[in-house]
């Protein structure tokens, strides 16, 4: 079956444009997750979905990141007035709701965004 | 305080040798879960192994097995029998909590392995 599929691959875009991340996660899972992975680090949580509902966000580094995911399955992660400090991977997982024993969180390839 | 510790940034094996790599985490949750993930070069996170709070026992999925020291808050990876392919950037991670599918995951900071031939 599909994993998680996220878009663009790779994203450059000039300090101070707004630029806008696509998830695609498995189908029927109810969770998903955005994670922020910078160079040489592990990733770190930005925001959690159960469905639509946006139940965590507190990972977002800035007022200048949002999530949605508004008929609950993909999502987009935008960035506004990006900043250098913006430049990572980010990363995109997904999970049944309910995994209490060894299901893992599923994640996509990434959006490897570079601001110059 | 880190909620995961991975101390050794990089790690070098001789093919077909074990090498085992280390994590500690800590948490006041009774409940949680501990994970390994691959991460390639291409970057994608491929899931390995699961160890649960509660697991009596060692958890194993082919050339991996997790060494979990409770008392010790340690969830050492193992990998027997290297390859080639095995050359990666390894994370640890843990779920505070009991669902996978409602609570985040804590990463470290990850150990990068190559396999020497």
């Known amino acids: 079956g599909a994993g998680v599929s996220q878009s663009p691959r790779y994203k450059v875009a000039k300090r101070g444009q707004d630029v806008a991340l696509r998830c695609d996660p498995i189908?029927?899972?109810?969770?998903l997750f955005w994670y922020q992975q910078a160079l040489g680090q592990g990733p770190e949580f930005l925001t959690y979905?159960?469905?639509?509902?946006?139940?965590?966000k507190s990972g977002l580094p800035s007022d200048r990141f949002f999530a949605e995911r508004p008929e609950g399955s993909v999502s987009t992660l935008k960035i506004q007035r990006t900043q250098q400090e913006d430049s990572a991977v980010y990363l995109c997982?997904?999970?049944?709701?309910?995994?209490?024993?060894?299901?893992?969180?599923?994640f996509g390839d990434g959006t490897r965004l570079s601001i110059l | 305080a880190q909620k995961i510790t991975q101390t050794q940034p990089g790690m070098f094996v001789q093919e077909k040798e074990a090498v085992t790599l280390d994590c500690t985490y800590d948490t006041s949750d009774p409940s949680y879960g501990l994970f390994w993930y691959k991460q390639p070069s291409s970057g994608e996170m491929i899931f390995l192994i699961y160890q649960g709070s509660y697991d009596q026992q060692n958890a194993t999925e082919g050339r991996y097995s997790l060494n979990f020291q409770k008392a010790r808050k340690s969830a050492n990876l193992v990998i027997s029998a290297s390859q080639l392919g095995d050359s990666a950037m390894y994370f640890c991670a843990m779920r505070e909590g009991k669902d996978t599918g409602a609570n985040n995951l804590f990463f470290g900071t990850g150990t990068r392995l190559t396999v020497i031939p």
């Open positions: 997982a997904s999970s049944p709701l309910g995994s209490y024993s060894n299901q893992p969180q599923h």
């Open positions: 979905f159960q469905n639509e509902a946006q139940l965590d």
């Open positions: 189908s029927g899972h109810v969770s």
